[in-house]
């Protein structure tokens, strides 16, 4: 791919630069696809992008090729090492990172402000694509995502309302169908909010939670990353979904406007681009199945840059 140090470019250019992106991935493929389309239609942007590499599940060698990519590299063993112990209950929560391995997304935020210092950032998945800048965000603090999800049952109702000590909280959200999606977040470290939060998270009521999970899914399901299935799966979502509801009784907290496109339909071979219409600034495709993605997108996205001279 012959674009792919455009991130390697931007990142030596704005060192000094505010703004920082974090992607998190288990696949180096997806990271060389965000790579080529990264601010593809521009204009000039001075953030600055790093990866968040699972390395429980990425080997070596394709480590070594998010470096060549030019990304900030960052490992998810280091994220456990440094921000596990500062929690209260360090036992329970490598329990519940062996068992449901993309809990891991609920350290990131602590790696970045805590540890690596950066007290601004946006974290976004993989299965995604950046074509134009963010940067406007920035100037707000916290930012999220709104997406449209099967209501919680009420098993997931009780768990939630047990951490936060509210019920009638978790009810309210539910009933208002205020949900988010995790794939794409911008939180600023100004206060203990957050880690209070996880404290909470990490303790008995989600331990429980999530090994009724495992134990279920467990015998027909061999990745760790999935290790459940079910509502217990998306108790990911369900967990920043509450922080950002709460969040905003205090806080002024922004939601990602138009230009931050979610696909929640599997995307089939006739997909177009209109022919009054453009991609999004960030597009992130949300079905499990990835393929399809990367097979009928790409070409379509390339067509429309030949058309399209932006």
Partial sequence: MSNTKRIEENNDKNLRSKKHIFVLSANVDR??????????FGPDTDVVVHTIIDDRHVHQEDIMRAYELGYHINLV?????????????PD?????????????????????????????????DDDTLLLRPLDHYFEHDYVWKRERLSKMNERVIDVLGEIINNR????????NMMFLNSG?????????SLMDFLNRVF???????????????????TSKIRGVGGYYWVIEQYIYCVFFNQLSKTHDVQQFGNDVFLETYNMKESYRIGPRSKPPAYFHYLPKDKEPFYKYYIPVLENYMKENRE
């Fill in 168 to 175: 009638k909280f978790i009810e309210e959200i539910n009933a």
């Fill in 77 to 89: 063993s280091d994220v456990i090492d440094t921000v596990v112990p500062m929690l209260k209950r």
């Fill in 92 to 124: 329970l929560a490598h329990d519940i990172l062996d068992m449901y391995g993309v809990s891991i997304k609920w350290l990131l935020f602590p790696y970045i402000n805590r540890v690596l210092d950066i007290k601004k950032a946006m974290t976004l």
């Fill in 31 to 40: 990271l060389e696809y965000f790579a080529q389309y990264f601010n593809i």
């Fill in 203 to 221: 303790d008995t009521p989600i331990y429980e939670f999530v090994k009724e999970g495992y134990d279920k899914y467990k015998s027909r399901n």
């Fill in 184 to 192: 794409q977040m911008l939180y600023t470290d100004n206060d203990d």
